[in-house]
């Protein structure tokens, strides 16, 4: 898996929980613009956001504006997902995902691993 996403878990509402995705060996992760997406049970892939390899942040159109963020810290070679305000609604897997690139063009993911899984009970 070149991808691994971790930092899920089971929360209430209104709590806050960061994910984070590091690539797996001989994944040149620095190179490419990563970002996540979620999918919850019987409804359709979601983009969240994206950074590219320069940082530079391009989010999704999702319901999750001002209450998720995206960052990127190139020592550890880690991108993370902070979210806030957390929503049952937001109950899904979430998946770290790669570009085919350094740029976050059309949010067009082409590699992702198994995505950890969030839990928001009301």
Not at 14 to 20: E, Y
Request: charged letters at 15%.
């Amino acid at each position: 898996v070149q991808l691994q996403a971790s930092g899920g878990g089971s929360v209430q509402a209104g709590d806050s929980l960061t994910l984070s995705c590091k690539g797996g060996s001989g994944f040149s992760f620095s190179q490419y613009a990563i970002g996540w997406f979620r999918q919850a049970p019987g409804k359709a892939r979601e983009v969240i956001s994206c950074i590219s390899s320069s940082h530079r942040t391009t989010d999704g159109a999702g319901s999750v504006s001002g209450r998720f963020k995206i960052s990127r810290d190139s020592f550890e070679n880690t991108v993370s997902l902070q979210m806030t305000s957390l929503k049952p609604e937001d109950t899904a897997r979430y998946y770290c995902a790669a570009m085919s690139g350094s740029y976050c063009l059309d949010l067009d993911f082409q590699t992702w691993g198994l995505g950890t899984l969030v839990t928001v009970s009301s």
